[in-house]
């Protein structure tokens, strides 16, 4: 079974509002990783949170990890056409090792 | 923009026809990785490779196959193409030194 899921599955909403997307994961993890993947398109990575961090910023986006409750959140803030994408966590499939497990994404639509 | 290519960007071909799907860092990243993706779906890791002469099998069970002669060179091989290889097919690199993965823009494949 796969190790992330997020939700919502997809997103619409205005320039300038924020967006936030919500991943969960089962298993113990040392980081958590976010991803956008623009249409068609290979992934770029957005920002990590290890697993002794609970809050993580980087411009517009805020990434909050609840190692507890096995969930991130990525907010975007003041949201821009440009970002409408889909977004994925990923958290490393066995500690120690590079191998990353994706989740289902979220694919947000800004309209202008 | 990550120094990580792939050819063909687009593939339509005939079912029995092999095929190799090409992926070259310019990154000396020592680690690779492939991945499958269907439309609005997640990654799934189908190989990776640790180093030159290094590879293994992902979570995703594939027919396919992949060779690490070189660092810089990750190519797979589908021997005998089934409409059922229909999918997006990313390449990724990281490095030793930090978690985040690189991805190439991806090859569409179309098995008829």
């Known amino acids: 079974s796969q190790q992330g899921e997020e939700d919502p599955q997809a997103l619409s909403i205005q320039e300038g509002e924020n967006a936030t997307m919500n991943c969960s994961y089962k298993t113990s993890i040392n980081n958590l990783q976010w991803y956008r993947q623009n249409s068609g398109r290979g992934l770029v990575h957005l920002i990590l949170?290890?697993?002794?961090?609970r809050e993580k910023h980087s411009g517009r986006l805020r990434v909050t990890l609840d190692t507890s409750k096995k969930s991130s959140s990525l907010l975007i803030t003041a949201s821009r056409a440009a970002d409408t994408a889909s977004y994925f966590c990923?958290?490393?499939?066995?500690?120690?090792?590079?191998?990353?497990?994706f989740g289902t994404g979220t694919r947000l639509q800004v309209f202008p | 923009e990550a120094d990580i290519y792939q050819t063909p960007r687009y593939l339509v071909i005939g079912t029995g026809k092999k095929i190799t799907l090409e992926c070259s860092q310019t990154?000396?990243?020592?680690?690779m990785y492939w991945y499958q993706q269907d439309p609005g779906m997640e990654l799934h890791l189908i190989h990776y490779?640790?180093?030159?002469?290094?590879?293994e099998k992902g979570d995703l069970s594939s027919e396919s196959t992949v060779s690490r002669i070189r660092t810089e060179h990750f190519p797979l091989t589908l021997e005998s193409a089934r409409p059922s290889h229909t999918s997006q097919y990313l390449c990724a690199s990281s490095d030793s030194s930090v978690h985040e993965q690189y991805f190439g823009p991806g090859t569409r494949l179309t098995v008829t």
């Open positions: 990923a958290t490393d499939a066995l500690r120690g090792t590079d191998k990353l497990i």
């Open positions: 949170i290890r697993s002794n961090e």
């Open positions: 490779s640790y180093g030159v002469n290094s590879t």
């Open positions: 990154m000396g990243h020592d680690k």
